[in-house]
């Protein structure tokens, strides 16, 4: 745990995986997160002992109810601009390893308790503002490589 320069509380680093999951028309995977009243790409913590690929893989399973494949890194962001919140448990800088993946079975289903909606989005086309995931998924479907922020 770390206190940043001019910060007044400790913040600790989270490593955490956001999933770009497209289907074979090319939409993006939305899921419908209740404690933030949005849709959002499915994401979440990395367990311990978990690699990041087996993180965003298991995070789609039970968030959208989805089996991926080839999880591909295409980004990873740590700006405090966009990454730093305040949770329950302190303050949390995230550590986002986004990855674009292949939706190849399973039926998109919430899992009832962190989402209560699944459902695909042509890209842009978003029920609501995904900052700053939406420049995420644009990197992610251009195919331009890692960014690093």
Do not use: I
């Amino acid at each position: 745990m770390t206190t940043p320069t001019g910060a007044s509380q400790p913040l600790d680093l989270v490593p955490a995986v956001v999933a770009v999951v497209l289907d074979g028309e090319g939409r993006v995977c939305l899921v419908r997160d209740e404690k933030r009243d949005r849709w959002t790409l499915p994401m979440g913590r990395v367990d311990p002992g978990e690699s990041v690929r087996e993180a965003v893989v298991r995070e789609v399973r039970e968030e959208a109810g989805l089996v991926v494949t080839g999880p591909e890194l295409t980004g990873v962001y740590t700006d405090p601009a966009t990454q730093v919140f305040d949770t329950p448990d302190g303050r949390k800088q995230f550590l986002a390893h986004v990855f674009r993946c292949e939706w190849v079975d399973g039926d998109p289903e919430p899992d009832g308790d962190e989402t209560t909606a699944v459902d695909f989005f042509a890209v842009g086309d978003y029920p609501n503002d995904l900052e700053p995931s939406d420049d995420w998924v644009v990197h992610a479907l251009d195919g331009d490589g890692v960014e690093v922020t």
